[in-house]
RNA sequence: GCCCCUGUAGUGAAGUGGAUAUCACAACGGUCUUCGAAACCGUUAUCCCAGGUUCGAGUCCUGGCGGGGGCACCA
């Protein structure tokens, strides 16, 4: 890259000038005309050179100048003392050229290199529906996972399904009162699915109704802990069964595989046993509970083990943790669930360390917000709440009516990248207010419109090889102008692909291709790129291609597929 | 009450301590006999308040105010 070539040459001056340790910045200048960098090296270090800002950004540039750096055109000062960078045309000319040799390597990382990495996304709960929320969480998770993969490490995609809880047990409760043929009576998956989910939310309303209810949801819950043969067991197993094929069918139709599953109910009777083995160190007995004291890491207390005996969310998500490391040994273990559960999992983390230290360094926690809906906070025990096969189909049949005869991998492609993107282009932490008039759009900043650039130059260059032009590629006519927006654009990606992957932070690469690709559809409004009388005619190609192979890169980062026309 | 996150055009969002704060939607006005108009070009409008640190603050610190979340046996 560009800037760390630039960074290294300035560092180099400023210890030939005893100003060496220098934290500078170098940046892309926010109006273009400035340059191609810019950098504070001269401001920040003025005070400890004992210089006036500009004196000293003189003194560097001279420096700078004399090395004849390869690809600089013209230094500058400007300002309180910036120091700005135009290159040469040449140099994103370059870029552009391999761009087109790399192809979809292009901007590929090695930051994890040699490493493993283990990602736990999309985790559900196996008998509540697979809901707006969720999909929050697999467009984050997915597309941490592929830059995961994008930074060299050897990657492997887990989900931590819930199979075992009250809520369960509730839904259980009626699944067997109303008796199991009504399940089989359900003639498609659908209905099964419909079936069970009102089940659980029956199951949760009888539950406070009525203390009856009550003894014998107890009774199931310690069929279900102690994995006890019989009736009630055969019945769960049918209906964790029915909901897991379900998650494996839509989460793939969202574009997510994933390697391995940890139940809920192993991680439970692992952090079981974790919490009982380290009584009197760590965790300990108040109220008739087990709990750990967070007061002594500056959070709060939390119950491991209910006064029943068994482990709650914060035993199994220490159990969890356990198995992730004994069974994969990462040297990163990344896991997504919504921001709710930040000061859940500190306090867990917490708690970890000190059974082992490797577990919390080891572990990257990153969060996604809530779904709003005009305001208010969704929640699938109210009902209501959109499913994320709904919004999908829904958003299929908008795409059909603007674009007929389109293979239905197409039509996915599109829909489901305009969810996915709504999600991706807003740092990922904060609520989403969910308006679907507006918020799943295809125009604008989109899923479809990034697409929709990207199978547009496809088909520009398509008609240009069916006339006998193609992309150059090494040798070429590049044009007699300054370099244009797109093309300078193009030779971030790199750059961006690195911060998204320091902060694994997805909506860097999303803001980016917006950028990139109204650059090159400003171009492309311009440009009449199939002029077979420019000698340029095949760099401008190169340009095209190179445009859709960054977009169509970074949309697969996001985990959004390319539909080959819309 | 304590702790964490958060406050940017009418709306939804970007913005590694830097120069003239960016993008979209909405509104208004243009551009298809021409490589795909899900596009392009143009106009209007913004950093919650008060202090502080700094050569420089939307960004860091302190204190308010508003929003969200967490705080003992749900996940």
């Given amino acids: 890259m560009f800037s760390d070539l630039l960074r290294g040459e300035i560092d180099t001056v400023l210890s030939s000038m005893g100003l060496s340790g220098v934290v500078f910045a170098i940046e892309h200048p926010t109006v273009i005309t400035h340059g191609d960098f810019a950098t504070n090296a001269a401001m920040v270090a003025a005070k400890a050179a004992g210089k006036n800002p500009r004196a000293l950004a003189e003194e560097i540039v001279a420096a700078l100048e004399a090395k004849k750096i390869v690809g600089i055109r013209t230094i500058s000062i400007a300002g309180p003392g910036f120091i700005n960078f135009t290159l040469d045309d040449s140099v994103f000319r370059d870029?552009?050229?391999?761009?087109?040799?790399?192809?979809?390597?292009?901007?590929?990382?090695?930051?994890?290199?040699?490493?493993?990495?283990?990602?736990?996304?999309?985790?559900?709960?196996?008998?509540?529906?697979?809901?707006?929320?969720?999909?929050?969480?697999?467009a984050v998770g997915e597309s941490i996972k592929r830059l995961a993969e994008f930074s060299g490490g050897s990657v492997t995609a887990i989900s931590f399904?819930?199979?075992?809880?009250?809520?369960?047990?509730?839904?259980?409760?009626?699944?067997?009162?109303?008796?199991?043929?009504?399940?089989?009576?359900?003639?498609?998956?659908?209905?099964?699915?419909?079936?069970?989910?009102?089940?659980?939310?029956?199951?949760?309303?009888?539950?406070?109704?009525?203390?009856?209810?009550?003894?014998?949801?107890?009774t199931i819950t310690e069929t279900l802990f102690n994995g006890t043969q019989g009736e009630i067991?055969?019945?769960?197993?049918?209906?964790?069964?029915?909901?897991?094929?379900?998650?494996?069918?839509?989460?793939?139709?969202?574009?997510?595989?994933?390697?391995?599953?940890?139940?809920?109910?192993?991680?439970?009777?692992?952090?079981?046993?974790?919490?009982?083995?380290?009584?009197?160190?760590?965790?300990?007995?108040?109220?008739?509970?087990?709990?750990y004291e967070g007061e002594q890491d500056d959070l709060h207390?939390?119950?491991?083990?209910?006064?029943?005996?068994?482990?709650?969310?914060?035993?199994?998500?220490?159990?969890?943790?356990?198995?992730?490391?004994?069974?994969?040994?990462?040297?990163?273990?990344?896991?997504?669930?919504?921001?709710?559960?930040?000061?859940?999992?500190?306090?867990v983390i917490a708690a970890a360390k000190k059974i082992d230290p490797v577990w919390g360094a080891h572990s990257v926690h990153r969060t996604h917000g809530r779904m709003t809906f005009k305001g208010q906070k969704m929640s699938s025990r109210l009902g209501g709440v959109p499913l994320a096969s709904d919004i999908i189909d829904?958003?299929?049949?908008?795409?059909?009516?603007?674009?007929?005869?389109?293979?239905?991998?197409?039509?996915?492609?599109?829909?489901?990248?305009?969810?996915?993107?709504?999600?991706?282009?807003?740092?990922?932490?904060?609520?989403?207010?969910?308006?679907?008039?507006?918020?799943?759009?295809?125009?604008?900043?989109?899923?479809?419109?990034l697409q929709y650039t990207a199978v547009r130059a496809h088909s520009v260059l398509r008609k240009a090889e069916a006339e006998g032009y193609t992309p150059c590629v090494g040798d070429c006519t590049c044009p007699e102008g300054e370099a244009a927006l797109i093309e300078k654009m193009l030779a971030r990606f790199p750059e961006v692909?690195?911060?998204?992957?320091?902060?694994?932070?997805?909506?860097?690469?999303?803001?980016?291709?917006l950028e990139t690709a109204q650059a090159f559809n400003g171009w492309y409004g311009n440009t009449k790129i199939l002029d077979t009388g420019n000698p340029s005619i095949r760099y401008n190609l190169a340009v095209t291609k190179a445009t859709t192979d960054v977009i169509t890169r970074g949309l697969q980062l996001l985990g959004i597929a390319m539909p080959s026309k819309m």
Avoid at 191 to 196: D, F, N, P
């Fill in 497 to 513: 692909v690195r911060l998204a992957i320091e902060e694994w932070a997805p909506h860097h690469i999303a803001t980016y291709l």
């Fill in 394 to 449: 829904t958003l299929a049949d908008e795409v059909r009516e603007r674009a007929q005869d389109l293979p239905v991998e197409d039509v996915d492609a599109v829909a489901i990248g305009a969810v996915k993107f709504a999600i991706l282009r807003a740092a990922a932490g904060k609520n989403i207010n969910f308006d679907p008039e507006t918020s799943l759009s295809f125009e604008g900043d989109s899923g479809p419109y």
């Fill in 95 to 138: 870029e552009v050229l391999r761009i087109g040799e790399e192809g979809m390597h292009y901007g590929e990382q090695h930051s994890w290199k040699g490493k493993k990495i283990l990602v736990e996304h999309s985790s559900p709960n196996l008998f509540k529906p697979f809901h707006i929320g969720h999909l929050m969480n697999n």
């Fill in 233 to 291: 067991l055969s019945i769960f197993e049918e209906c964790k069964r029915i909901n897991l094929d379900y998650f494996v069918s839509i989460t793939s139709r969202l574009g997510s595989h994933f390697d391995a599953y940890i139940f809920e109910s192993e991680a439970g009777k692992v952090g079981e046993e974790l919490v009982h083995s380290h009584m009197d160190d760590i965790f300990k007995k108040s109220e008739g509970a087990i709990i």
């Fill in 301 to 347: 207390t939390r119950v491991f083990i209910n006064k029943d005996g068994r482990p709650t969310y914060e035993a199994k998500d220490l159990g969890l943790l356990s198995l992730k490391f004994s069974r994969y040994e990462p040297d990163l273990s990344l896991f997504i669930t919504d921001h709710e559960q930040t000061s859940h999992f500190d306090v």
């Fill in 161 to 218: 399904p819930s199979d075992i809880s009250l809520g369960i047990a509730k839904a259980v409760y009626v699944v067997a009162h109303d008796g199991i043929e009504k399940l089989h009576a359900c003639t498609s998956e659908k209905e099964k699915l419909a079936y069970l989910g009102d089940c659980y939310v029956k199951g949760t309303q009888l539950y406070e109704e009525s203390d009856t209810v009550k003894e014998e949801v107890r």
